[in-house]
């Protein structure tokens, strides 16, 4: 899998947005960036994926670089319920194909 | 629309006794996975199984551990002579034959091996 880097933890409050930034500078042209949370306890949580587009769902808004170098995961208004650990992922084809490598990820704590 | 299911939830087990992990997927999806959580440690792939087919157990511990996905029924992640290191969260996700790397989890087995 490409690298990704991530910070350790970020704070948001509650209805602000949350900006979650990812580098994956050693990604291919046609790796794509998946991102992921898992709230304490519970099993991890599909958010969103890219190639390249910025990508928006019901959940988030994932905004890729131009270079595909990094990319921003955006919940637009945070709430408490956001919570948790977030991972960047970018996952590698082949003989791997299905496995998905959780690194550390950000802690995103929410505050009222 | 019922999501992943496992069962148990929680486990416990002797040393020495054999775990039985069950995960019915999303309804549809051919394609299942198992993670493991040791505490306060991260999401570890073990194994990616289709119909019938192990298409990459390479996270399985090479002993004790097996997982099967038959044609009919849940898919089994069985460990046999269980030890106190295998207690964890074991997770299992499941997806689309479209996006292998979209998978929707389920809420986890918690094994406790005293």
């Known amino acids: 899998d490409a690298k990704t880097t991530q910070p350790p933890s970020m704070d948001c409050a509650e209805g602000r947005a949350a900006n979650l930034p990812c ?29 390249k587009n910025n990508e928006t769902n019901e ?3 994932l905004i890729i670089t131009e270079d595909r170098k990094s990319s921003t995961l955006i919940l637009p208004h945070a709430t408490l319920r956001d919570t ?12 791997s194909y299905g496995k998905l490598t959780f690194g550390q990820g950000t802690i995103l704590t929410v505050h009222p | 629309n019922a999501g992943v299911m496992q069962n148990p939830r929680h486990l416990v087990r002797r040393r020495g006794q054999e775990a039985r992990l069950r995960c019915s997927p999303v309804k549809g999806h051919s394609h299942v996975y198992w993670y493991r959580q040791l505490p306060e440690e991260g999401l570890k792939f073990m194994v990616y199984l289709q119909k019938e087919n192990i298409i990459d157990e390479s996270g399985m511990p ?20 269980v030890v106190r290191g295998d207690s964890a969260a074991y997770f299992c996700a499941s997806s689309s034959g479209q996006s292998s790397y979209e998978q929707y989890f389920g809420p986890g087995t918690r094994l406790t091996v005293t």
């Open chain 1, 23 to 51: 580098n994956h500078s050693t990604i291919s042209g046609n790796e794509y960036v998946y991102w992921y949370r898992q709230i304490h306890s519970q099993g991890p949580q599909y958010i969103i994926h890219g190639l």
């Open chain 1, 84 to 95: 948790a650990v977030y991972y960047c992922i970018v996952p590698f084809g082949g003989t």
């Open chain 1, 59 to 61: 959940m988030a808004s």
């Open chain 2, 62 to 81: 090479k002993e004790r551990f097996s997982a099967e996905f038959p044609k009919e029924g849940p898919s089994i992640l069985r460990i046999q002579q």
